[in-house]
């Protein structure tokens, strides 16, 4: 992907909402990768990002990583993103890592340009999680209880300012929920789900709606990412028709094959 100098440093700061959107319980910097340890909840938390060119040898890095990951129980990840200048797919090859998996495409909106105004009745968002946020989000990502400690213990990871939104329906029950984190301006979306019995009635469009508009107005915030996976069209023709018409980056994982 040939990018401009502008274009460049977008993608850069979008890359940094979503590594701190998204935080992770242990964290810890290598010759320019930043390693990250949650218990094994999810890869995002739990794998190497490349953040700049190190010096070291790459072949004896990776067996490094690989070590430090062995000492928390946990298999070695490389999540390699568009955002990142340094190529060492064929050093993984070598090293006995697999094809990649989970293409991640990563989506932006400037929100200085179009600010939110779309619905979001029957939708609001809250600063602080309480038991019912966490409940509703356990149940409707089918999260079981361990997840769910491990879920609970990520968020409490965060350092930025977060927003949590449910989409209620007219009974009052919770048909949707997502979660927001600003970062630099951008407000980073995550854990949009909508409850099964619920789906294709607009309940994820009224709980993302309603986290774009408390970020822009609440944090003054210019911009919104989300990752999506890549083939998942579905959810890129919501997110295009909400107004994350630009795909900012792709990231994808590579483990190390048994």
Known sequence: MTRT????????????????????????IFDGWLLRFSRG????????????????????????????YARQGLP???????TSTEDIGAALDEA???????????????????????DSDGAFVQPDPDDGWFEAHDRIQGLSAAAAADSRALFGALTVPAGY???????GSVAAVAFGALHDGIVCLNSVATAPDF??????????????????CDHAATAACLPVVACNQ???TLYQSLGFSTEISRYFYRRKVA
Not at 76 to 82: A, D, G, M, N, V
Request: hydrophobic share 40%; with cysteine; aromatic share 6%.
């Open 5 to 28: 100098d502008e274009e460049t440093v977008l993608a850069r700061r979008v890359e940094e909402a979503c590594l701190n959107g998204w935080p992770a319980l242990t964290t810890m």
């Open 41 to 68: 909840y999810t890869k995002r938390a739990n794998s190497v990002s490349l953040l700049w060119p190190g010096t070291r040898p790459l072949a004896a890095k990776i067996r490094a990583c690989e070590a430090l």
């Open 76 to 82: 070695p990840i490389f999540r390699l993103s568009t």
């Open 96 to 118: 006995g890592y697999g094809a990649g998996e989970d293409e991640t495409a990563v989506l932006y909106r400037d929100l200085a340009a179009t600010p939110p105004s779309g």
């Open 165 to 171: 939104a449910v989409s209620l329906t007219g009974t």
């Open 199 to 216: 789906r294709r009635q607009g309940h994820a469009r009224r709980a993302v709606n309603a986290l774009l508009a408390w970020a822009r």
């Open 234 to 236: 579905g959810a890129r």
